[in-house]
């Protein structure tokens, strides 16, 4: 079966992951991950990305973001892979690939599934004291990096309201199905949201959305 391409739209949040080649850390030092992060931000500028989350896990990068065209997203993260992978190997003497095949990535629907979607992320960083967007949604620190969506300027009148709403969402248990969708859908780059959503962008862009329900289509009884 062909590889369906990959669903990258303008303006649209995605979560995204970029595993590594097995058994490889993505950063071996703080060193690895500034130059990391320096590299996100570069290329997140140059090719009009938004970066609204993110978190550096011993094997993986995963971010939230909203590209302003639809070919932004893949070319930040060609670009990331370019300074990034070139310095590191250069940095630890190594050679060949980082990165496990190409990123993944999942629209997700604005709204609360883009809430989950940013607090699954800062969940992650906030658990594993990772490098991550949490301490800038918590006001622990300011992060360059990052831009704010507009369903994070929801929580609260004051920064102070928002970082206690968001502190408080991410000591809440997750919701399970949304966490178990949003997995689903990066892993098979489809979209993550309500099924009016879902249905809807494959209408816009012509192509599946969601993964077809397994087993066969229920054929009509003919009449005599």
């Not at 990096?145 to 928002?162: S, V």
């Not at 199905?177 to 309500?194: K, Y």
Request: hydrophobic share 45%; glycine share 8%.
């Amino acid at each position: 079966m062909a590889r369906l391409p990959r669903l990258a739209l303008a303006g649209q949040p995605h979560l995204v992951q970029q595993a590594c080649v097995h058994g490889q850390l993505l950063a071996l030092d703080d060193t690895d991950r500034s130059q990391l992060l320096a590299a996100l931000h570069e290329a997140a500028r140059a090719h009009g990305v938004h970066v609204w989350a993110y978190v550096l896990l011993p094997q993986a990068l995963q971010l939230v973001v909203c590209p302003a065209t639809d070919a932004g997203l893949g070319r930040m993260m060609q670009a990331l892979g370019r300074r990034y992978v070139q310095a590191f190997n250069r940095r630890h003497q190594r050679s060949g690939a980082l990165w496990a095949g190409r990123f993944r990535a999942a629209v997700v629907e604005p709204g609360p599934w883009l809430l989950a979607a940013l607090a699954q992320v800062d969940r992650l960083g906030a658990a594993s004291a990772a490098w991550s967007s949490a301490p800038h949604h918590l006001g622990q620190r300011h992060d360059p990096l990052l831009a704010e969506p507009p369903e994070f300027w929801t929580l609260g009148n004051t920064p102070f309201e928002r970082e206690s709403a968001w502190q408080r969402r991410l000591d809440s248990p997750p919701d399970a199905e949304m966490e178990a969708a949003l997995a689903r859908a990066v892993h098979g780059t489809w979209a993550a949201g309500s099924p009016a959503f879902v249905a809807g962008l494959a209408e816009a862009v012509g192509r599946p959305t969601a993964p077809r329900k397994a087993g066969r289509p229920i054929r009509k009884a003919h009449g005599n």
